[in-house]
């Protein structure tokens, strides 16, 4: 049974930064997507990175430069640093994984697994 359990969101003034972590048991990442996304209140699930087994990352615009997605292997967990947050950052955050490599990173439909979500506040 694979499980995807995030952590690391909590409450920053604008400027700040977090770490989330997204520890996965019963799946261990090969050809395939595993991407972090967030949606906020009232609006659609959007993708904001993602990573292939070879390590090439994408990322949304909005976001690029300042957040960076990373996997280490050894302790099969997926990361997500955000840096220079705003309030529009403000949103739950999940992690997936299991998206085959031939399809869009950021389509939410192509994902296998999800986890339960981390809240990030952003305060101006």
């Known amino acids: 049974q694979v499980q995807l359990v995030e952590s690391g969101g909590g409450s920053v003034q604008s400027g700040g930064s977090l770490r989330l972590s997204c520890a996965a048991s019963?799946?261990?990442?090969?050809?395939?997507?595993m991407g972090w996304f967030r949606q906020a209140p009232g609006k659609e699930r959007e993708g904001l990175a993602a990573?292939?087994?070879?390590?090439?990352?994408t990322y949304r615009d909005s976001v690029r430069g300042r957040f960076t997605i990373s996997h280490d292997n050894a302790e099969n967990t997926l990361y997500l640093q955000m840096n220079d947050l705003k309030p529009e950052d403000t949103a739950m955050y999940y992690c997936?994984?299991?998206?085959?490599?031939?399809?869009?990173?950021?389509?939410?439909?192509?994902?296998?697994?999800w986890g339960q979500g981390t809240q990030v506040t952003v305060s101006s």
């Open positions: 990573i292939d087994g070879a390590d090439r990352t």
């Open positions: 019963g799946y261990v990442q090969t050809n395939d997507y």
């Open positions: 997936a994984a299991g998206a085959p490599n031939w399809s869009l990173q950021f389509g939410t439909t192509y994902y296998k697994y």
